[in-house]
């Protein structure tokens, strides 16, 4: 097992990750390439030159002076941190979330994590995109609790264009967490001209309308990431894209009830 991963991030007291309150570890690498992503800098697995720190409490975000984002950690120093905050999870019924990127490319660190979680009680979240093998998704599914599943598009062509890669496996994973009876809410970030037209929403909908799922959640495209593309000299592709009105997302939401689905925005 290996007990070293790359972080890029550790947000403490965080509530868009999972119920309650908890601290979410930011694993860097990703082996998608999303037109939209707005986390830029968890996608190369490696520390990477960024030239400007960023503002935030966060504590592993750069490693020299702000001039690197991304750093190697153990198992152990991470559960330290986690383990600092146990009284907010317990008060709460929150815990610990993984995000990233991908954190399903390290798959041994994360799980390792996932591990050290469950012995000490506490309760589990992966955001993923689920783009490994089967053999990995059955690995890590038991120490979950929760998954927030990122759904990004239905037709094969347009994922492959706007993420990098096919979706083929990503949609037989989440099928296959949905038969495993596992604990799912499927995220859709919501990308105008990319997959918000009324035949892209119909076909999320028919396929979710199949699984077994808690809910699922919109999340409207916005240009926070915008800097980001700046410090770490990469093109923003999204630049002419206007983030979505509130009508438009309720209009999609609505859409997305008439396949019967439980469906929520996330600000
Ligand atoms: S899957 Fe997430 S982290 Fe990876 S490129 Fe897409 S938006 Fe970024």
């Known amino acids: 097992?290996?007990?070293?991963?790359?972080?890029?991030?550790?947000?403490?007291?965080?509530?868009?990750?999972?119920?309650?309150i908890r601290t979410t570890i930011f694993f860097k690498g990703c082996p998608?390439?999303?037109?939209?992503?707005?986390?830029?800098?968890?996608?190369?697995?490696?520390?990477?030159p960024f030239n400007?720190?960023?503002?935030?409490?966060?504590?592993?975000?750069?490693e020299n002076?702000?001039?690197?984002?991304?750093?190697?950690?153990?198992?152990?120093?991470?559960?330290k941190e986690i383990e600092k905050d146990i009284i907010f999870y317990e008060e709460s019924n929150g815990g610990v979330s993984f995000s990233g990127g991908e954190p399903l490319m390290q798959k041994d660190f994360l799980n390792e994590l996932l591990i050290n979680c469950k012995k000490n009680g506490l309760h589990t979240t992966?955001?993923?995109a689920g783009c490994v093998s089967k053999e990995i998704i059955l690995e890590i599914a038991p120490n979950v609790d929760l998954f927030?599943?990122?759904?990004?598009?239905?037709?094969?062509k347009k994922h492959q264009k706007y993420t990098g890669i096919s979706n083929k496996e990503l949609l037989e994973n989440l099928l296959l967490l949905s038969?495993?009876?596992?604990?799912?809410?499927?995220?859709?970030?919501?990308?105008?001209?990319?997959?918000?037209?009324?035949?892209?929403?119909?076909?999320?909908?028919?396929?979710?309308?199949?699984?077994n799922i808690i809910r699922v959640d919109l999340l409207p495209y916005h240009s926070i990431g915008e800097e980001?593309?700046?410090?770490?000299?990469?093109?923003?592709?999204?630049k002419e894209i206007i983030p979505p009105s509130k009508e438009r997302i309720e209009e999609i939401m609505k859409q997305l009830e008439s396949f019967d689905l439980n469906v929520s925005i996330e600000v």
């Open 1 to 20: 097992m290996a007990s070293q991963g790359v972080i890029f991030d550790i947000k403490k007291y965080a509530i868009h990750d999972g119920p309650g």
């Open 32 to 48: 998608m390439d999303c037109w939209w992503c707005h986390n830029p800098e968890s996608q190369m697995k490696e520390p990477e």
């Open 52 to 62: 400007d720190s960023l503002k935030t409490n966060s504590l592993y975000l750069c």
């Open 65 to 79: 002076d702000g001039e690197i984002i991304g750093r190697n950690v153990s198992v152990k120093e991470v559960m």
């Open 126 to 128: 992966l955001d993923t």
């Open 148 to 156: 927030l599943y990122d759904l990004k598009l239905m037709d094969d």
């Open 179 to 211: 038969e495993m009876k596992c604990n799912i809410i499927v995220r859709i970030p919501i990308i105008p001209t990319v997959n918000d037209s009324k035949e892209d929403i119909v076909d999320f909908g028919k396929f979710i309308q199949k699984l």
């Open 228 to 238: 980001k593309y700046k410090k770490l000299k990469k093109v923003n592709r999204m």
